[in-house]
Each structure stands twice: as C-alpha cells, then as structure tokens.
C-alpha cells in the first residue's frame, strides 16, 4: 500500500483508518497501483516547460524583440537539464510562420531576439517556443503567446472592427462593423473600400463596399466560415491620401454564436442534499468575459442564491439542492437583455469533494457524502505535475469528512485532489491553487527615486531564498520609459503566469497576471474561482491508468547535433558493417561511423553553432557503393491556431496609439538630424507585395504552369543564408500540407511538379531529401487545392508546383551518398546601450528609446547580491525595471521598480 504519510497531517480518526488499511494485500491496494501509474509517467515522461521574458510587452515594426527563455521540468520548477536546443517562432496574425529560431540550451535557459522587418504588417503577433522533447505532450503545452505590433509609418488612415450578432430577416447573423477615420479621428465617409473574407490561407469571398457619412460599413460573414477555423480573417483595402493602398487585417474573433454561460458544480456534480459551491463562466463572442448578474430560483420560482460575476466573466455561489427540484439561473448582461438557463441536473446520491485554504498555512479537505454511502471506503490523491503530495485510504462514517494538510508539503502552483473509489476508479476531481512559502524574495533599490536625462543610473539586486537566505540566481532584466510603453499588468505574461498558472491550464486564460499582480482576499476568491471553471491539463486518470507507457517520439534533443540513418542494398535489405563517412567543409570535420547488422549507424554528437552544409556517404565493408543511405530525420511541425485568439486587437492603432505616436514623434526628430539608422521606417519608402517575377526569370517549364494569381497559396522562398533539405525546410510553411517519411525521406500528401513535369514518389524523395534540389534552387511554389477548378488539368487532385531559379541543373542522384544543409545555432546579438560618459559623447543629440536596458545574463552572487547600471534616455518619464529569475532549488522571483526622469 502506498501512502504518502510523511507529508500527512490529518485528524487522528483518518489516522486510526489508515492503520485498518494497512492489512489489504499490496498487489491488491489501488492506492499503490495509483501511485505507481503516476510515479511511472512522471519518471518516463517528465514535463518540461517554457516562459520567454521579453524586453516589452508590444512593439512596432523595426524594433527587436529581445528575449530571454527559462525552461523548467517538474512540480518544483528546477530548470532543465533534459533539453539541450529550444525553438522560438515568430507567428503572424494569419498563423503563418515568419522567423524560426532553434537557439542552444545552457543551464536550463537560452537568449535570443527577433527583428521586425518593416515588410510586417501590423498586426496581433505570435511568439511559440518549444523543445523537442516537449512535442511529445503536444502543442498544447508549448509557450504561445500574443501580442501586438504596430506600424509607426502606417498612413494616415485608422481602422477598426467590431464583430456582433444581428438580426436579419429573422436570423442572428455574425456582422463586423468597420469603422475608418484620419489620424486626428475624423470619419472618412462615402470612401470605395474592397474587403476580402479570408480563411484557410486563401481568400473566400469579395466584395466591394462604401463607408457611410461616420466613417463605418457593414459585412455580414458568411454561416460557411465556421467550415473554415483556420487563420479567418477581414481583409480591408481603401486608398490612403497618398494614393497608396491602405491594407489592414482584423481576425474574425467571434468563435460562439453569442454570450455563453457555463455551470460548474465543485468536483462534478450537484448531489442531494449536499452543500455545494456552483462556478459559473460567462463569455462573449469574442471568448473574453463578460460582466452578468442574476439569481438562481428552484421549480417554484423560489430565490435560493444570488449570481454576479466577480473578474473575467467567473463567479460562484452557493447551493443545497434537492433532488426532486429543478433549478435555473435568471441571467441579466450588460445590455439589460436576458436569459434563463437551466443548472446541471441534480443527482441522488454521491460524494462532493470540497477544498478550502481558510488559513495561510493549511489546506482542508472535506469529503461530503450521501446517506446510503455511509461506512464506504474510498481512496484520495493529491498531487501537483504529477509529485504525489498526499495519498491515503479514508473511511466514510460521517456526512463529512475532514482531512487537513500542511501547504508547505506544496509546492506553489496548481494541486490537482481526486478521490477515486475502491476499484481505483475516479469519481470526483477538484483542482485548487495554493501558495506555498516557496518563492525568491528579490529587492531593488537604487541610490535616488528621481534622475535626470542621460544620468547614470545603478540599481542594486538582492536576492533570498523562500527561508530569507542570500541565494544564487539567474535573472534577466528590463528597463523600459513607461510612458511610452504603458500596460495593463493584468494582462502581462509573467514567469509566475505561465510557470505556475497556464501552463498547467486548459483553454484561453484572460489577464493571468491579475492572479498575481496584488494578491488578497478577492484575488484568491477570482483564483479559485478559476480553478473551478478550467481543466486541469496534463492527464487524465482514466487515460492515465490505460496507457502503455512507451518510448517517447521525440527524443530529447541535446547540444550536440546527432545524425542516424541506416545503409540498404539498392533492394532495401540491411548492410551490416557497412562504413559511413561524414565530410562538414566550413567546420573541417570528418567523421566516420560503422553500421550494425540491421544496417543502422549513429554519429556521436557534436556542436554545430551555425548551419553548414554536410555530405554523407555510404560503402559495404568490401567498399562498393552499391547502397542505399538514408538519414533520419525529425519529422516537422505545423503552426497551430491561435489558442489565445481572444488577446488579438481589432484595432492595433487605437491600442498602441500612444505608443505609435512617441515612436512618430522619435522618427521626425532622428530624420530632421539625419540619424535615419535609427528611424523605424522611412516616410517615403513604400513597401509593397512582391512583384511575381516574370516567367522567363524560371526554369523552363516541360510542362502547363499555374497562372499567376490563380493558385490558392503561393509561397516565396527568400534569399538567406542557411537552408536544411526542402523536404525539412517545408514542413510547416505550406498550408494544409503535411510530410510524412515514406521510402526514407519526408514527402507531402499531395503529388509534386517540377517545373511543370510530374515527379513520382522516388524522384519526389531525391529531390526533397537526397540533395537532388537545394532549398536555395528554389524561386517559388504554387498550391492547388481540392476546390480549385484547375486541379483538373492535373490528375483531378490537390498538388504542389515548385519553380526553380533559372539556370537550375537536377543534381545527378547517388543513392549512396547524401547533401543535406543542417540547421545549427542561430547567432545571439547583444543589446547596446550608450554610454554618456565616454569623451566625445554628444550630449544634445536626441535619446529617444523605450528600451532602456536590457540584460539577459544578470546572476547574483553566495551574499545574494549584484548590480547593474546603464544611462536614461531623454525625459521625462516613468522608469519600469523588471527583474525576473529563478534560484537552483526552483524558486521562481520576480520585482518591478519604479523611478522617475526628469
């Protein structure tokens, strides 16, 4: 039997049970047999997560995103050691992939930054980050996070939406209101606007419109488009007063056919004559909460509770039902409008499982039970990320029973209580946070609470463990001008909001933060009023106690890169002790390596700290290349949909205006003095689409060609300087297509031509794996889709057209030998920060940045203590220094300090 009893600390007659429990055979215990099913998925498949810091909370295009990224494993938040590489994307609004960054792991934690190029638009942008190791619990556990980029240069035109739904002949229809005015507010009436109607990566519908006398259109959205959840979006074009084009996207945010209230009974069900506590959700259209009030009354139209929302849409109440009454909520929203909806039916009889945290160093636990399951055994389960907490047998002799826990056996984050019945089988769930006395306690202090302009500031950092003693930590930190940077800190994502919080949590999570920004009484009833609303995330039980327990997919990757394959006779059967040479040029590095019987090799690892071309080949023993290599190779990943769509703007101006109109006012004073390195985009360069060049730039094409404009995704390969095999390098950038390995390499589901000439599926993998093209041989490919009319020209079904650069030659295949350009390490820049008090620093030259300072390497010392300095900018303004970072033992720390310039 398995019971966790050094962390117990029960009432003396749940002890006296767990003495009579003592006596059931171990093989038969269900509490062992739980625990070790738990303890077996911890220890095989340990969970690792990711939370990026970033410099900013938004930015505008020409700026860099500098972040720096913790990676932690298990309930107590150590960071890891298990992965050696992370990945970082850069995701736009239409879920398409604009930078991937694969950055190498040191000590749990990596640094990394991306530029916004000024050919972005502005838009709600992406940042996923991920190891490969976690793809082995799915994308949804991987750091994805929103948030807006504005366009400093953006015309003069602003644009927003709002999405509602309308009557229409007697049917709610989901309309989007746009509304156009000039940069000064004024409405731009009677305007010819063109708006498309966009999803699945093309466009669906078109249509021409007029804005009316206030500047607004109307465009009721086709029923089809929930056919359709990928990427949708509102595509507006109206001419600017430059005569240029003014282009501007709004997501199609509207995912429920209207408001939505959810019930949620504690642990599952609302029992017979049982006290319980009811959580209620109400959202939008839009997925964000909304205010309601109301109150709950029985068959009678007897008043029992009252309803009112207390924070993002959640609230809860509490109830004693009777099994012969039905009960219902008389909702009220914002727009004095109503609704009536039915509570979860009441059931006979059953257990409610109930948590309390009623002092700060105790949790308790009651389990309520029916009458006629009085002198029941059951079991209880408490754990976080799967660390066993609390497991124990309990013996049901009264209506109520009452376990206490110490909360310092927890660590701080989401603990998940189950309590199972004799068979081992669940029967309720309840998930409750408690805070735990186990987080650093940082202090920043500077020498004065006000500068000047371009003074030389030094703030002090000290650092102490959950004991308050001086501890060993890695921090990054940012300095930005507030007052051009203003946030709502409830909305912020935070190492102590994702480590601790979402991480853990299923669906969209509005203003995590707030649970940890100030933290009280209200804050902890809206927590645990979250807690009753969401899903616990990582397994569940059921799933938990069936699964096989196997070898993950993706193995966890390390610093070193690791190359396997295997050698075939040109009939596919193994060649044992065949020999493989491994040539990389530019790092001058030759290896070898020896296959086993079954024809399999492995490369020991080794670093490889930016991409570089490599060349494998492949003899028997006797030396004859009459083999076939073939490498292995991780099987890509495609870019999911928005899990956080609700965060996206439909009006990316109006909610950065602030910080677009310093950024204007910045560009005006660096253009007048001639300093156009540091303007963010300049006012007479118009960017534009890629003009398609024409077709004589090409390879000859042997074969009918897509015409320009009529293919349903066309994809760009640009100019850059590393590139993995196509068939690597592909996956994950075209829509709808997936790569999968077949006859050793990864080809689409879907056929491929080449330069007009249809390719079978051996000449598909030498050309997309075996070096027969190169990505940078590429100039463009075109994607046919199933509705497309022309697929009938070619076979009737969906494909892929890749057009070659002219001058193009099909590299002769050699079945022993393998070209492939392996994607290492991406290069780290370092942030700069002038320095004014260098002879010759030019004082009266405007300093205009928001980011002040950033350090991605900050570390205290065995006293706990480290400092660090840097030069205002121009004010005046509000300082915000943010400090975030973790300690050895796990403990998460994070400080915000505040000082004025003036």
């Known amino acids: 039997m398995k019971i966790i009893n050094k962390w117990f600390t029960g009432i003396a007659l749940v002890c006296g049970l767990l003495i009579c429990w003592a006596f059931i055979p171990k093989a038969d215990d269900p509490i062992d047999k739980l625990v070790t099913s738990l303890q077996k998925w911890t220890d095989t498949i340990p969970q690792e997560k990711v939370y990026l810091h970033t410099d900013k909370p938004y930015y505008a295009l020409g700026d860099t995103i500098w972040f720096k990224g913790y990676i932690t494993i298990g309930g107590r938040h150590q960071l890891s050691k298990l992965s050696g590489a992370m990945y970082v994307e850069l995701i736009s609004e239409k879920d398409s992939l604009v930078q991937r960054l694969k950055l190498p792991v040191t000590s749990g934690m990596v640094v990394g930054d991306f530029i916004l190029k000024d050919d972005y638009h502005q838009g709600s942008y992406r940042i996923r980050a991920y190891t490969q190791w976690m793809r082995?619990?799915?994308?949804?556990?991987?750091?994805?996070?929103?948030?807006?980029?504005?366009?400093?240069?953006?015309?003069?035109?602003?644009?927003?939406?709002?999405?509602?739904?309308?009557?229409?002949?007697?049917?709610?229809?989901?309309?989007?209101?746009?509304?156009?005015?000039?940069?000064?507010?004024?409405?731009?009436?009677?305007?010819?606007?063109?708006?498309?109607?966009?999803?699945?990566?093309?466009?669906?519908?078109?249509?021409?419109?007029?804005?009316?006398?206030?500047?607004?259109?109307?465009?009721?959205?086709?029923?089809?488009i929930k056919q359709h959840p990928e990427a949708a979006y509102i595509r507006t074009?109206?001419?600017?007063?430059?005569?240029?084009?003014?282009?501007?996207?709004?997501?199609?945010?509207?995912?429920?056919?209207?408001?939505?209230?959810?019930?949620?009974?504690?642990?599952?069900?609302?029992?017979?004559?049982?006290?319980?506590?009811?959580?209620?959700?109400?959202?939008?259209?839009?997925?964000l909460g909304i205010n309601i009030k109301g109150n709950i009354v029985d068959n009678d139209n007897k008043e029992i509770a009252k309803l009112e929302t207390l924070h993002a849409g959640m609230g809860s109440f509490l109830v004693i039902p009777v099994s012969d009454k039905t009960y219902t909520?008389?909702?009220?929203?914002?727009?004095?409008?109503?609704?009536?909806?039915?509570?979860?039916?009441?059931?006979?009889?059953?257990?409610?499982?109930?948590?309390?945290?009623?002092?700060?160093?105790?949790?308790?636990?009651?389990?309520?039970?029916?009458?006629?399951?009085?002198?029941?055994?059951?079991?209880?389960?408490?754990?976080?990320?799967?660390?066993?907490?609390?497991?124990?047998?309990?013996?049901?002799?009264?209506?109520?029973?009452?376990?206490?826990?110490?909360?310092?056996?927890?660590?701080?984050?989401?603990?998940?209580?189950?309590?199972?019945?004799?068979?081992?089988?669940?029967?309720?769930?309840?998930?409750?946070?408690?805070?735990?006395?186990?987080?650093?306690?940082?202090?920043?202090?500077?020498?004065?609470?006000?500068?000047?302009?371009?003074?030389?500031?030094?703030?002090?950092?000290?650092?102490?463990?959950?004991?308050?003693?001086?501890?060993?930590?890695?921090?990054?930190?940012?300095?930005i001008d507030e007052s051009k940077v203003p946030f709502d800190e409830n909305k912020e994502s935070t190492i102590f909001s994702t480590i601790l919080l979402t991480s853990d949590l299923k669906g969209y999570v509005e203003e995590p933060n707030y649970y940890f920004a100030k933290t009280g009484d209200e804050t902890d009833k809206a927590l645990d009023n979250l807690m009753l609303t969401q899903g616990y995330r990582r397994f569940a039980w059921k799933e938990l106690n069936n699964t096989i327990v196997t070898k993950p997919q993706f193995p966890a990757e390390g610093l070193g890169t690791v190359f396997t394959g295997r050698v075939t006779t040109l009939t596919d059967k193994p060649v044992p002790d065949a020999n493989i040479s491994l040539l990389a040029l530019r790092a001058s590095a030759v290896k070898s390596a020896t296959a086993d019987a079954d024809g399999h090799f492995y490369f020991e690892p080794f670093f490889l700290t930016d991409s570089i071309k490599l060349f494998f080949q492949a003899r028997t023993k006797k030396g004859s290349d009459k083999v076939k290599l073939l490498l292995n190779s991780m099987p890509g990943i495609k870019v999911n949909s928005n899990p956080n769509l609700p965060d996206a703007s439909l009006n990316v101006h109006s909610s950065l205006k602030q910080y677009l109109d310093k950024g204007k006012q910045e560009d005006d004073a660096y253009e007048k003095l001639g300093m156009l390195d540091k303007v963010h985009r300049l006012k007479e360069v118009k960017i534009r689409a890629k003009k398609p060049d024409p077709l004589e730039n090409y390879s000859t094409q042997w074969g009918p060609v897509v015409p320009e404009g009529h293919a349903d995704f066309t994809f760009y390969v640009e100019p850059r300087d590393e590139y993995p095999t196509p068939g690597i390098y592909l996956q994950g950038?075209?829509?709808?297509?997936?790569?999968?390995?077949?006859?050793?390499?990864?080809?689409?589901?879907?056929?491929?031509?080449?330069?007009?000439?249809?390719?079978?599926?051996?000449?598909?993998?030498?050309?997309?794996?075996?070096?027969?093209?190169?990505?940078?041989?590429?100039?463009?490919?075109?994607?046919?889709?199933?509705?497309?009319?022309?697929?009938?020209?070619?076979?009737?079904?969906?494909?892929?057209?890749?057009?070659?650069?002219?001058?193009?030659?099909?590299?002769?295949?050699?079945?022993?030998?393998?070209?492939?350009?392996?994607?290492?390490?991406?290069?780290?820049?370092?942030?700069?920060?002038?320095?004014?008090?260098?002879?010759?620093?030019?004082?009266?030259?405007?300093?205009?940045?928001?980011?002040?300072?950033?350090?991605?390497?900050?570390?205290?010392?065995?006293?706990?203590?480290?400092?660090?300095?840097?030069?205002?900018?121009?004010?005046?303004?509000?300082?915000?220094?943010?400090?975030?970072?973790?300690?050895?033992?796990?403990?998460?720390?994070?400080?915000?300090?505040?000082?004025?310039?003036?």
Request: proline share 5%.
């Open 237 to 287: 074009i109206l001419q600017g007063s430059d005569k240029y084009p003014i282009i501007r996207d709004f997501p199609i945010k509207a995912t429920l056919s209207q408001s939505d209230v959810q019930f949620f009974p504690e642990s599952g069900n609302l029992v017979n004559g049982i006290a319980s506590r009811v959580a209620f959700k109400a959202i939008g259209i839009d997925g």
């Open 329 to 479: 909520a008389n909702v009220i929203f914002e727009d004095g409008s109503t609704k009536s909806i039915p509570l979860p039916k009441v059931i006979d009889q059953g257990y409610v499982l109930s948590v309390y945290q009623p002092n700060k160093d105790s949790v308790l636990v009651r389990i309520h039970a029916s009458a006629p399951l009085l002198s029941s055994s059951v079991n209880l389960i408490a754990h976080t990320s799967g660390e066993t907490v609390f497991a124990a047998p309990v013996k049901i002799e009264k209506p109520i029973t009452s376990i206490w826990l110490e909360k310092k056996v927890f660590p701080t984050g989401i603990a998940q209580f189950t309590l199972f019945n004799a068979a081992g089988e669940p029967l309720n769930e309840r998930i409750v946070f408690i805070r735990s006395n186990d987080l650093m306690q940082l202090d920043i202090k500077t020498a004065k609470t006000s500068y000047n302009s371009k003074e030389h500031v030094q703030v002090d950092l000290e650092a102490k463990d959950s004991q308050g003693k001086p501890t060993i930590g890695n921090f990054s930190v940012s300095v």
């Open 136 to 224: 082995n619990a799915g994308e949804d556990y991987f750091y994805d996070h929103t948030f807006l980029v504005g366009d400093v240069a953006g015309g003069d035109i602003v644009a927003k939406a709002d999405f509602s739904y309308r009557d229409n002949k007697g049917k709610k229809v989901l309309t989007a209101i746009l509304n156009y005015t000039n940069d000064q507010g004024k409405a731009l009436g009677d305007k010819a606007v063109r708006y498309e109607i966009w999803a699945d990566y093309k466009p669906l519908w078109r249509q021409n419109g007029k804005t009316d006398a206030l500047g607004s259109m109307r465009i009721v959205i086709p029923d089809d």
């Open 733 to 902: 950038l075209l829509p709808n297509v997936i790569f999968t390995m077949r006859s050793g390499g990864m080809v689409p589901n879907i056929s491929v031509y080449l330069n007009g000439r249809r390719l079978n599926l051996d000449e598909t993998v030498d050309i997309l794996n075996n070096g027969g093209l190169d990505v940078e041989d590429i100039a463009k490919i075109d994607l046919l889709n199933k509705f497309n009319s022309l697929i009938y020209m070619y076979g009737k079904e969906p494909c892929m057209f890749i057009y070659t650069k002219k001058g193009y030659v099909r590299k002769t295949y050699n079945p022993s030998a393998v070209n492939i350009t392996h994607k290492g390490f991406n290069k780290v820049r370092e942030f700069y920060s002038p320095k004014y008090d260098k002879s010759g620093a030019n004082l009266k030259l405007p300093d205009l940045r928001s980011t002040i300072y950033w350090n991605p390497y900050l570390k205290t010392d065995v006293a706990g203590k480290t400092s660090f300095n840097f030069f205002n900018a121009d004010g005046p303004g509000t300082y915000k220094v943010v400090v975030e970072g973790i300690n050895a033992a796990g403990e998460l720390g994070r400080q915000v300090f505040r000082y004025t310039v003036n």
